[in-house]
Every structure is written in C-alpha cells, then in structure tokens.
C-alpha cells in the first residue's frame, strides 16, 4: 500500500553526551553517553511507523556501512525507504552534550545532509506518487524548501530540529500553506520577538503566514491556531510536557491522532499525553 505520509529531512547518527548537571565552557561531568540513530525526519518517521502511519522516509545518506544500518533501522520498523538517495559521502554523525534535562549544551555536526542533496531529493515526489501528507524538517537547502512547497500535497507541515534553526523556515509563510509544529523557543527564533505565552505565539505565527501553528511551552500548555479557531490544552496531570529535544515524537503524535480523525483539541491532548513524568525521546533516550 502507498504511503500516507513522507518525512523529509534528515538520518545520521547521533552521539549523545547527557551530563548530571547543567554543562558549562570547559566542564567535564559525569553523565551517560549513547550511540543512536538520529535525524528529526527519521525520528519522526519512526514515531509514525510505532502509531500505525505507513510512511516513508526520504533522506540523503553515504554508500556505506553506517548509512545501510539506519535505512536496516527503519525498514524494521515498517518505514519505507526506496526512495531515499545514497551519495558518494560519509554518513553523517551529530555530537551532542546535553544538559539533564535534555536541553542542548553544544554540538559538532559532521554530516552529509539533505542541504547536500539540494532538490534532488525531492524528485521521487515531484515524479509521483506523493502522499497528502509531507511533513519536512529544517536542513533543506533553500533551492529544495522553495520546491517542497509547490508538492502536489494535501497538507505539508514543517518541523524545525532545534529552535536556533527555526528562522530557516520563515519563508515558507510567505506562501501560506505550510503547517508548523514547534515550541515556543522555535516560534521567537522564527520570528524574532519573544511571545509570553504559546497561544500569543501561534497566533502570531498564522498572522505571519502559517496555514496552522502548533506551538508547545514545555510544561506549560500547548496552543493550536489554525483554519478552525485556537484551542490551548494544559499537558495532562502527572505528565512532565514537551520535554527538549522531544519535538519529533511530539509531532508524529499528533499527526498520528490527527490521521485518526480526532478533533483538533482531542489531537493536541492526545500528543501531550505521550509524554510521562521522566520520559524522554524514544528515539534518542541513553542507557540508563
């Protein structure tokens, strides 16, 4: 069967330094470190397959051992892969150090990314079949972010991988079509101003051009503004919210429970819920 949605963006891996306490300039901590598959587009992808999504993963990955694990990682979980490109390039690999929070410290990416592939990534969609769904990551080259928003899709929503990124993102307002799903932090980078709260700042987003904006607040409640109104919905008792660096599997529950045909509200709290006191990413969590 075809798929219902295509996430598009990036696979590596990642190698994930979580310390004990909040790193500083020079610090060398305890903690715990993990060796994972990564990329918000193959977490996100993951994420759906778990839910019962058919989804497919478009990506760019080296012709090399490392790259045929990942694409290994993902078929297991009944994503499709077929149509991702192998480039004659090492496969990349994102350092983290985090905080205990998951919150990022710092960073070194080596990578092949799909900014390398440029718009040839998206030639399988512009060929067809493409699913109404496409959800999209920030590590597009801008050439490729201003084709992926002429896909004959249904729905796009773009994802952005950390908040300093988000502004990559920005022109796709300009076209009006494009859903966003981000938090707080992403929504002030996007638009350079901060927002107190995250319903001011969905608001803002669908003011600046967003066709829907999702937009979480860690422990706080989460806003959704779109064709339909504005709901906001408080993360559930006991849950600990949208922790940092969860926004891919938030996301893919939300598109999940959206595809499920619940109502915008029910989606948004059914997403909040995913995540229970001390639950982490399932894609990125270390060995405890």
Request: glycine share 10%.
């Amino acid at each position: 069967m075809p798929a219902e949605v295509a996430c598009i963006g990036a696979a590596h891996w990642d190698i994930v330094g979580r310390a004990t306490r909040p790193p500083a300039a020079g610090d060398e901590l305890p903690g715990r470190v993990a060796r994972c598959a990564g990329g918000l587009a193959l977490d996100l992808a993951l994420g759906l397959a778990r839910a019962g999504v058919r989804v497919e993963l478009i990506t760019a990955l080296g012709r090399d051992t490392e790259g045929d694990i990942l694409l290994e990682i993902a078929a297991r979980a009944g994503v499709m892969t077929g149509r991702s490109l192998r480039l004659d390039a090492p496969t990349g690999c994102h350092v983290a150090i985090e905080g205990p929070d998951g919150s990022l410290f710092s960073a070194v990416a080596d990578s092949l990314d799909t900014g390398t592939a440029g718009v040839r990534l998206l030639e399988p969609l512009a060929r067809g079949p493409c699913p109404p769904l496409v959800v999209a990551d920030d590590s597009l080259d801008p050439a490729a972010s201003t084709r992926l928003l002429t896909l004959p899709v249904s729905r796009l929503i773009l994802v952005p991988a950390r908040p300093a990124r988000a502004a990559r993102l920005r022109p796709a307002l300009a076209r009006g079509r494009a859903s966003l799903i981000l938090n707080r932090a992403g929504a002030e980078a996007m638009l350079g101003r901060p927002f107190r709260d995250s319903r001011i700042a969905a608001a803002a987003l669908c003011a600046a051009g967003a066709h829907e904006a999702v937009v979480t607040d860690g422990r706080l409640p989460a806003s959704r503004t779109g064709p339909e109104g504005t709901v906001t919905v408080p993360p559930p008792p006991g849950a600990a919210g949208v922790p940092p660096g969860a926004d891919a599997a938030f996301a893919a529950a939300l598109i999940a429970a959206d595809l499920a045909g619940h109502a915008p509200d029910a989606a948004l709290a059914r997403a909040l819920a995913t995540f229970e006191e001390g639950r982490l990413n399932e894609n990125r969590e270390p060995p405890r």
